[in-house]
């Protein structure tokens, strides 16, 4: 059963619905020419695509197979099976690792939360290297650990065979992958997002003029605040980042820049930079409802209540293009009759969002609280006026 809301507003959200989900796309602002062989930017406050293209096509990942492997560091922190000040040893496997380096040697025992920040600001080959054969017991096993993760979260288009990212056969993601795996990062671990907000950072001992993190934007826009570079002759010049800036009415809006295979280190930042410009002057972000605003509250049947607010637990943002607000209309699309028992949390419907004909965006509904199931008597009346109904 369907039943027709207010007017409000949307462009192409799917709320609250895990990334690899994106797919309902609408007439859109065009976005800048961008010097990359692929590109994606999304609007991660309202879990909408603004730009892409390519974004399925397989690319080398060069060291943005980094973020995966913080994503299991930091896993492995919260399961406590390391600490941050952990010290880890320096395998000469890992000390010999070619390419960006933090400089460390089978000498030294080194805190995690150094290695982190030598793989993460520095790119660390090294550091990275000593992170997963800390966590995994070998590199091999880390890695395995890297594929599963990356079934997961549905990222059919990954194949992981190194922690660190050198150029490998079979060694590939994708630009809608590389998204899932950003946002997951940043949802699940903000704790430890502020690593790649870092500018500067060297070990003691190490050379100091290899401390700059390779994120130019970093110096160029104070409201980026990550992720992660990579580079190889293979890959190109590679840049996932990350920017967050505050909105009337909406609170702090974040989008999220995949930008690969660019020309150079400039460029990258540059492209990147310019996306993120053209996606918070080309759209605008709107609240339609505040987190646990029930959206509806349908009649319930055979339950210890008579109806149901059903909603989100978080707000219910989408992004539109400018000056589109008025244009768009909202939609319950729901089972009737609704029979009780329902818990918290349990899935009971989708709010569309549409533009005339169109439809634009389709979020989840959930109920935000629970309904036991009435008693007998209470069930059989119900069953009774249903028949009639």
């Not at 492997?69 to 099976?81: C, E, G, M, P, Q």
């Not at 000040?85 to 400089?103: H, T, Y």
Request: one cysteine or more; charged letters at 20%.
């Amino acid at each position: 059963m369907k039943r027709i809301l207010s007017a409000l507003r949307s462009l192409a959200v799917l709320a609250a619905v895990a990334p690899a989900a994106f797919g309902v796309h609408a007439q859109a602002p065009q976005p800048p020419e961008i010097a990359a062989r692929t590109y994606l930017l999304v609007d991660v406050t309202a879990n909408q695509i603004l730009a892409a293209k390519d974004i399925d096509a397989p690319v080398e990942q060069a060291s943005l197979t980094k973020l995966m492997t913080a994503y299991l560091v930091f896993d492995a922190l919260r399961a406590k099976k390391v600490t941050l000040d952990q010290k880890l040893p320096v395998s000469v496997r890992a000390w010999k690792m070619p390419g960006s380096r933090m400089f460390i040697d089978p000498k030294m025992q080194v805190p995690v939360q150094d290695l982190i920040k030598g793989m993460i600001v520095q790119s660390g080959n090294d550091a990275t290297m000593a992170l997963a054969e800390g966590v995994g017991g070998t590199a091999e096993n880390f890695v395995k650990l890297m594929n599963d993760q990356a079934q997961a979260f549905g990222m059919k288009g990954t194949a992981y065979k190194n922690p660190e990212g050198l150029t490998e056969p079979g060694h590939t993601t994708t630009a809608r992958d590389l998204s899932v795996l950003a946002m997951r990062l940043m949802k699940d671990f903000p704790e430890y997002m502020h690593y790649y907000a870092t500018k500067q950072y060297s070990y003691p001992g190490t050379p100091v003029s290899n401390g700059s993190n390779r994120n130019a934007l970093l110096f160029r826009d104070p409201t980026v605040d990550g992720l992660k570079t990579g580079h190889t002759a293979a890959a190109g010049y590679c840049l996932v980042a990350t920017s967050k800036r505050e909105f009337p009415g909406v609170g702090q809006r974040r989008l999220l820049s995949i930008v690969l295979g660019a020309a150079s280190e400039n460029a990258r930042a540059s492209e990147s930079q310019k996306l993120l410009n053209w996606g918070y002057a080309a759209f605008e972000a709107v609240k339609l409802f505040d987190a646990g605003q029930a959206v509806s509250s349908p009649a319930v049947w055979k339950g210890t209540e008579s109806t149901l607010k059903i909603g989100r637990p978080e707000a219910i943002i989408v992004t539109v293009p400018a000056g589109s607000v008025g244009k768009i209309k909202t939609e319950i699309v729901r089972p009737d009759p609704l029979v009780a028992p329902f818990a918290k949390g349990q899935p009971v419907g989708t709010l569309k969002v549409v533009m005339g004909e169109q439809a634009l965006a389709e979020v989840p509904l959930e109920a935000l609280h629970a309904v036991d199931q009435a008693g007998i008597l209470g069930r059989a009346w119900d069953a009774i006026r249903l028949w009639i109904k």
